[in-house]
């Protein structure tokens, strides 16, 4: 319902619009389009790929996942036990409703980029505020989770 449970009709109804208004512009001009949308509380997300050209190739057995991934598959990446530093290139703040906020930040480090967090509430502040980006940030192992705090702090 797009958190939009009590709006009803039309308004649970814009991806369909979305989707029509595409299905319009390709019978007039380019040959292939995109169409997103999300869902929940930006939870869920989907995407179509539409084109006016016709599919040449075998019938697509829709019932099958071709892009779908084991997730064990994929090799889990080591996370560094040593305190490194970087620096901030962006970052979020996700509001604890009856848990503390989480402050997570991307920053460059010298093996290259990483994501951390915090749940400390002066740092979760701090990133609320203007002008963090760029700022400088220590890194720690801590209950196998990459944390950080301000450089200096």
Request: aromatic share 6%; net charge negative; with cysteine.
């Amino acid at each position: 319902t797009g958190g939009l449970p009590y709006f009803g009709g039309p308004g649970n109804n814009y991806s369909m619009h979305a989707l029509a208004e595409m299905a319009m512009r390709l019978r007039g001009g380019p040959s292939r389009g995109l169409v997103t949308a999300n869902g929940g509380l930006l939870s869920k997300h989907a995407a179509a790929v539409l084109s006016a050209d016709a599919h040449r190739g075998e019938a697509i057995d829709w019932t099958v996942a071709p892009h779908s991934v084991d997730r064990e598959s994929i090799p889990a990446l080591p996370v560094s036990e040593a305190v490194s530093v970087g620096t901030i290139v962006t970052y979020t703040v996700v509001a604890g409703r009856n848990a503390p906020d989480v402050g997570v930040v991307m920053a460059d480090t010298s093996e290259g980029r990483c994501l951390a967090c915090s749940t400390d509430p002066a740092v979760t502040a701090e990133l609320a505020a203007d002008g963090i980006i760029g700022r400088p940030v220590e890194f720690v192992l801590q209950d196998e989770q990459r944390r950080f705090h301000f450089a200096g702090a």
